[in-house]
Nanobody, 118 residues
Framework: VQLVESGGGLVQAGGSLRLSCATT????????MGWYRQVSGKERELVAA???????YYASFVKGRFTISRDNLKNALYLQMNSLKPEDAALYYC?????????????WGQGTQVTVSS
């Protein structure tokens, strides 16, 4: 499956953005999908993930601010980001895989840049 992210941009601290990840095929059979982010010079980190049964995972640094969702009819993954902080600025990637432990070894998109001004 090919993944294409969109929705990134420049936002002021405290603002919101909604990232989208469009896919070329059906995501209904994909067990786990998620969002990672990476700042230049740092390791890529998992932000949030959602399984096919709807269960979700959030990294502690976004819990309560970000919401991940998947729409199997539209074959899309979303990340609603609220109360953005300057430290949330990063290149955000969509990923699809088998499970949380191996998600980083699944399919990846090219990323969408999020910039948060203070």
């Amino acid at each position: 499956v090919q993944l294409v992210e969109s929705g990134g941009g420049l936002v002021q601290a405290g603002g919101s953005l909604r990232l989208s990840c469009a896919t070329t095929g059906s995501i209904a059979s994909i067990p786990t999908m998620g969002w990672y982010r990476q700042v230049s010079g740092k390791e890529r980190e998992l932000v949030a993930a959602v399984s096919s049964d709807g269960s979700t995972y959030y990294a502690s640094f976004v819990k309560g601010r970000f919401t991940i969702s998947r729409d199997n009819l539209k074959n899309a993954l979303y990340l609603q980001m609220n109360s953005l902080k300057p430290e949330d600025a990063a290149l955000y990637y969509c990923a699809a895989g088998v499970d949380l432990a191996t998600l980083s070894r699944g399919s990846w998109g090219q990323g969408t840049q999020v910039t948060v001004s203070s």
